[in-house]
């Protein structure tokens, strides 16, 4: 497998299955903020994804998001939203605050998994960190001009991909 690689690819996140995530040994998820949880277009989180976070507290599983957005004041918001805790400034693709994240929660890689949107920054440090990671579709056309670009060149990785739910 290779560091763009993920290991799932899921239409959206409200669409990952709670109940497997316990059943493969996972005790913590650890995921983005920007177009996986909160489309940019809006800045809130739609009530499905509200709902499956519900679903993961309820089933016991921790959460930490883990996001590149130096708008401190609107991830941490965001984190709270979703009960969650949270590391922004992330600069991922580099590993670093996914191991944070990670001591922070306190669990192993092993019990973690990483979800997100974008494969060169999300998927990668997922991937460097030794988390599993699941790719899900980004909630919002609008994006950060760099992302775009970065989206050109995602999209002939995936050609062909299957998201499940779609």
Not at 2 to 17: N, P, W
Not at 22 to 42: A, E, W, Y
Not at 93 to 101: D, E, G, L, N, S
Request: with cysteine; aromatic share 8%; glycine share 8%.
């Amino acid at each position: 497998m290779g560091i763009f690689t993920a290991g799932r690819y899921i239409a959206s996140i409200d669409l990952v299955d709670v109940d497997e995530l316990k059943r493969m040994g996972i005790r913590c998820v650890l995921f983005d903020r920007d177009n996986t949880c909160v489309p940019r277009s809006t800045k809130q989180a739609p009530g499905a994804v509200l709902e499956w976070f519900d679903r993961v507290h309820a089933a016991g599983l921790r959460t930490c998001m883990v996001s590149n957005n130096f708008h401190s004041t609107e991830v941490i918001r965001s984190a709270r939203e979703l009960k969650s805790e949270v590391i922004h400034h992330a600069m991922k693709p580099f590993p670093f605050a996914v191991r944070c994240a990670l001591g922070k929660m306190g669990v192993g890689p092993e019990e973690a998994v990483l979800i997100g949107d974008q494969l060169y920054t999300d998927i990668a440090a997922g991937n460097l960190a030794g988390v599993r990671t699941i790719l899900v579709r980004p909630q919002s056309t609008s994006d950060l001009w760099y992302t775009h670009i970065l989206r050109i060149f995602e999209s002939m990785l995936l050609s062909g991909k299957i998201f499940e739910g779609e």
